[in-house]
């Protein structure tokens, strides 16, 4: 589909950058992305609005920040994608068969995932660390304003400055999410879904995340923000004063012909007891097997993922995991039968699961490990905190 630059609204939104700002001062470059799913225009719009603040006032900032416009094509139509998801086509495999493509025969994501890609290539190239990795979403469903993150000590760190509940891990259970990549490229990288698609509070608390985000970066100093305190009192009144740990337990998958219904009515953070009838799935039904969670109910029709369940994560095993990750004991592992370093570089352990079958999954996120199932008996378990770029950050009051 080409895009018409004629019409002058149409061409305003069809270029790549939504802003950028680079400050005469030497400072960190935080990097935001709006609209990567197409039917989630809030964060595109909350973008416009503090840009153009940013250029109608006289504040002097630190670094430079960026916001980038998604997908494209998807954002004109409305849709999330048009041809494949963009935010699940970052894996390092997948990059590597979409640059291999002859250009011809590029799909339409797959030319927006190479424009954004060099974007970053070039950011980082030429603008000074620490770097920072904002994606703004919005759910289908109603929901609190949240966080999601890799569980890298470093986003641990930085997220929780915000007045807002954070969901871990849930990377393991997507295939190429555009944050996971950043991530093992070690950079802090956090996803924010601000609420329902359309609702305009989304946009309002996307703008409020956004301010924070200049503050807690250091791009503006805290004095400078004279609302500062307003945004903060909004995202903290949006998530109910919830600003507790989540893990993902179970994703719902969809294969793209299911046919999928949600019950209706269903929140995303709704506490649901064993027996609810959550959804039928090609005419079976789905119940809560016991007392959990919902998260991210789906309410549209494109979307792989019917719903997660998650579960709280209690302060001591936030407190434990992080003792033991910085110890880095995970090193003696391979000293037990089934579990081998899979990379020369140490970052990945190759667990056989007949042999290892005694660890469970929590006890490697425990240790700061992702999994990823290479076969039925073998797991690739990929470490977060080694490929977390801590020293670019270490001197951050976050830090
Ligand atoms: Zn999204």
Same mark, same amino acid.
């Given at each position: 589909?080409?895009?018409?630059?004629?019409?002058?609204?149409?061409?305003?939104?069809?270029?790549r950058f939504i802003g950028s700002f680079e400050?005469?001062?030497?400072?960190p470059t935080v990097i935001f992305f709006g609209?990567i @799913?197409? =039917?989630?225009?809030?964060g595109?719009?909350?973008l416009?609005?503090?840009?153009?603040? /940013?250029?109608?006032? %006289?504040?002097?900032?630190?670094g430079a920040v960026f916001g980038i416009r998604g997908?494209?094509?998807?954002?004109?139509?409305?849709?999330?994608?048009?041809?494949?998801?963009?935010?699940?086509?970052?894996?390092?495999?997948?990059?590597?068969?979409?640059?291999?493509?002859?250009?011809?025969?590029?799909?339409? %994501? $797959?030319?927006?995932? /190479?424009?954004i890609k060099?974007i970053i290539t070039q950011i980082l190239?030429t603008q000074?660390p620490p770097f920072y990795f904002i994606d703004f979403?919005?759910?289908?469903?109603?929901?609190?304003?949240?966080?999601?993150?890799?569980?890298?000590?470093?986003?641990? &760190?930085?997220?929780?400055?915000?007045?807002?509940?954070?969901?871990?891990?849930?990377?393991?259970? !997507?295939?190429?999410?555009l944050l996971?990549r950043m991530?093992?490229l070690?950079y802090v990288s956090l996803?924010? $879904?601000?609420?329902?698609?359309?609702?305009?509070?989304?946009?309002? =608390?996307?703008? #409020?995340?956004l301010?924070?985000t200049l503050?807690?970066t250091?791009v503006?100093?805290?004095?400078?923000?004279?609302?500062?305190?307003?945004?903060?009192?909004? !995202?903290?009144?949006?998530?109910?004063? =919830?600003?507790?740990?989540?893990?993902?337990?179970?994703?719902?998958?969809?294969? &793209?012909?299911?046919?999928?219904?949600? /019950?209706?009515?269903?929140?995303?953070?709704?506490?649901?007891?064993?027996?609810?009838?959550? #959804?039928?799935?090609?005419?079976?039904?789905?119940? #809560?097997?016991?007392?959990?969670?919902?998260?991210?109910?789906?309410?549209?029709?494109?979307?792989?993922?019917?719903?997660?369940?998650?579960?709280?994560?209690? =302060?001591?095993?936030?407190?434990?995991?992080?003792?033991?990750?910085?110890?880095?004991?995970?090193?003696? !592992?391979?000293?037990?039968?089934?579990?081998?370093?899979?990379?020369?570089? *140490?970052?990945?352990?190759?667990?056989?699961? +007949?042999?290892?079958?005694?660890?469970?999954?929590?006890?490697? @996120?425990?240790?700061?490990?992702?999994?990823?199932?290479?076969? %039925?008996? @073998?797991?690739?378990?990929? +470490? &977060?905190? &080694?490929?977390?770029?801590? *020293?670019?950050?270490?001197? %951050?009051?976050?830090?």
């Amino acid at each position: 589909m080409p895009r018409s630059l004629e019409d002058p609204i149409k061409a305003s939104q069809t270029t790549r950058f939504i802003g950028s700002f680079e400050g005469n001062k030497k400072g960190p470059t935080v990097i935001f992305f709006g609209g990567i @799913h197409g =039917n989630e225009p809030a964060g595109v719009q909350a973008l416009e609005h503090v840009f153009s603040s /940013l250029h109608k006032s %006289e504040l002097e900032i630190n670094g430079a920040v960026f916001g980038i416009r998604g997908n494209i094509p998807a954002l004109l139509q409305k849709k999330r994608f048009i041809e494949d998801d963009l935010n699940r086509i970052w894996s390092s495999e997948q990059i590597k068969q979409i640059e291999k493509k002859d250009r011809s025969n590029l799909r339409l %994501e $797959e030319i927006e995932l /190479l424009e954004i890609k060099d974007i970053i290539t070039q950011i980082l190239r030429t603008q000074s660390p620490p770097f920072y990795f904002i994606d703004f979403h919005t759910t289908s469903s109603k929901t609190l304003p949240f966080i999601t993150i890799n569980d890298a000590l470093i986003n641990r &760190r930085f997220s929780q400055q915000f007045p807002v509940p954070i969901i871990l891990g849930i990377e393991e259970y !997507l295939e190429g999410p555009l944050l996971s990549r950043m991530n093992q490229l070690g950079y802090v990288s956090l996803g924010f $879904e601000s609420g329902q698609h359309d609702d305009p509070i989304a946009v309002e =608390n996307s703008i #409020a995340f956004l301010w924070l985000t200049l503050v807690y970066t250091k791009v503006l100093d805290k004095e400078e923000v004279i609302d500062f305190d307003a945004y903060y009192h909004q !995202l903290y009144t949006a998530s109910e004063g =919830n600003t507790n740990f989540y893990e993902v337990v179970h994703r719902q998958e969809l294969k &793209r012909n299911d046919a999928f219904s949600m /019950l209706k009515g269903l929140e995303s953070f709704q506490k649901v007891s064993e027996g609810t009838l959550l #959804a039928i799935q090609n005419e079976e039904k789905i119940y #809560a097997e016991k007392d959990t969670i919902l998260f991210m109910p789906l309410y549209q029709r494109q979307g792989a993922e019917g719903f997660f369940l998650i579960r709280h994560t209690p =302060n001591w095993a936030l407190k434990t995991s992080a003792i033991i990750r910085k110890s880095k004991l995970d090193s003696l !592992l391979t000293y037990l039968p089934g579990i081998s370093w899979s990379d020369h570089e *140490k970052q990945s352990l190759l667990v056989n699961l +007949n042999v290892a079958r005694f660890f469970t999954k929590s006890f490697f @996120h425990l240790l700061g490990y992702r999994n990823r199932k290479v076969d %039925e008996t @073998h797991i690739l378990m990929h +470490n &977060r905190e &080694r490929t977390a770029k801590n *020293k670019m950050y270490r001197k %951050e009051a976050w830090y």
